[in-house]
């Protein structure tokens, strides 16, 4: 079945920091892939998303590019903040006729001042 | 304005006590979805309804029962509560049950406690 591996967590990092947290695949036919981040005590909430093949999703500074030849869409960030401290999940929707989406483990990401 | 609303947000029961949880969206949003997320974060999807009808079932046992008396809302009861149960349920919708396209907006969560 469809499936999304993550990199282990907790990442820690400095703020202004280069981020990146992988992420790849397993899916029938084409997936869309999305990233959602989870601050303390909050529900989810989207980051981005790219539907198809080399889209870029981005936002507030965050980046990650559906790569169909590595299945892998790992999120980036040129510079944390603190305040971007939180799990973030990386997850897709397969090719089934349905809105099934389907999470990663999740990484906790903690910054420091 | 909340967009999805659930309540209670924490909840300690009993083993073998039955209990309910409500939700709410008010973003206009045909599909509306139940999730567990666990001790280590991890999160499954159990349930979806679109437009009141079930069209997701996981693998759950069937102590639990979805009930959506309209598209807007998506309730969760669960009957003889055990250990095992004890986790944060979250609540979403989205626009449609079409894939991809439409991305699933979460309530804050439900955290169940069963002692």
């Known amino acids: 079945g469809d499936s999304v591996t993550q990199m282990e967590g907790p990442v820690t990092l400095s703020e202004e920091a280069f981020l990146t947290i992988n992420c790849t695949y397993t899916a029938t036919g084409y997936p869309s892939l999305f990233w959602y981040v989870q601050y303390p005590g909050e529900g989810l909430q989207l980051l981005l998303k790219a539907t198809k093949a080399d889209d870029k999703g981005s936002n507030k500074g965050f980046e990650a590019t559906y790569r169909k030849e590595t299945t892998s869409f790992h999120l980036e960030k040129g510079s944390v903040q603190v305040s971007d401290s939180a799990v973030y999940f990386c997850a897709l929707i397969g090719g089934g006729a349905t809105n099934k989406l389907i999470f990663g483990t999740g990484t906790l990401l903690a910054v420091q001042p | 304005d909340t967009a999805v609303s659930q309540t209670p947000k924490y909840l300690v029961t009993q083993m073998g006590n039955d209990k309910s949880i409500k939700c709410e969206q008010n973003?206009?949003?045909?599909?509306m979805y139940w999730y567990k997320q666990d001790s280590k974060k991890f999160l499954k999807i159990m349930f979806s309804y679109n437009n009141k009808e079930l069209i997701i079932n996981e693998t759950v046992p069937n102590r639990f029962s979805p009930k959506s008396p309209d598209k807007a809302h998506l309730n969760l009861h669960i009957n003889s509560l055990e250990l095992g149960d004890s986790a944060v349920y979250f609540c979403?919708?989205?626009?449609?049950?079409?894939?991809?396209?439409?991305?699933?907006?979460f309530g804050n969560g439900t955290r169940l406690t069963v002692t």
């Open positions: 973003l206009g949003h045909d599909t």
């Open positions: 979403a919708s989205s626009l449609m049950a079409v894939r991809g396209d439409s991305p699933l907006h």
